[in-house]
């Protein structure tokens, strides 16, 4: 469970297939605790017209046994810059991916996108209920205001 990208000189991915995550052991396994990922500047392709779609991406874990490592998740979401799918399959896909592969004891993960036609589309999923005794703070993105 050695991991491949930290430490070492490691191009992007060419496709969110091809990316691979590298997970290492939790260092405080048996207490549940979460972890935080936010990516401000998530990028992919509209599969229907290839003009790029932007998002915020907050991903937020309770561990199992083991944790991603932050370069290999880095690598995986800059994989999505060259890929053509709806906001709802990024988002979801994301969460679904890191959840089968980390088996964390939650998961969850919020796509605030950017108005693409004049419509924000957010999209949400998690893996399961909140474990009992949880800290689950706000994602803290505010819902699209425009110029207010």
Request: net charge negative; charged share 20%; hydrophobic share 35%.
């Amino acid at each position: 469970m050695s991991p491949i990208h930290l430490g070492q000189t490691s191009a992007l991915p060419q496709t969110p297939e091809a990316a691979i995550l590298d997970y290492v052991p939790n260092p405080r396994p048996g207490r549940p605790y979460l972890v935080r990922f936010t990516a401000p500047e998530f990028t992919s392709l509209c599969p229907v017209t290839g003009q790029p779609d932007f998002a915020h991406l907050v991903i937020d874990y309770a561990p199992g046994e083991t944790i991603v490592e932050s370069k290999s998740l880095k690598l995986f979401l800059g994989s999505f810059r060259n890929h053509a799918a709806f906001h709802e399959d990024c988002t979801v896909g994301i969460g679904e991916r890191l959840t089968s592969e980390m088996k964390p004891l939650w998961l969850r993960i919020g796509g605030y996108w950017y108005p693409r036609g004049g419509i924000p589309i957010d999209v949400f999923w998690q893996s399961g209920p909140v474990p009992e005794g949880l800290w689950l703070p706000d994602q803290g993105v505010p819902s699209y205001r425009g110029r207010g």
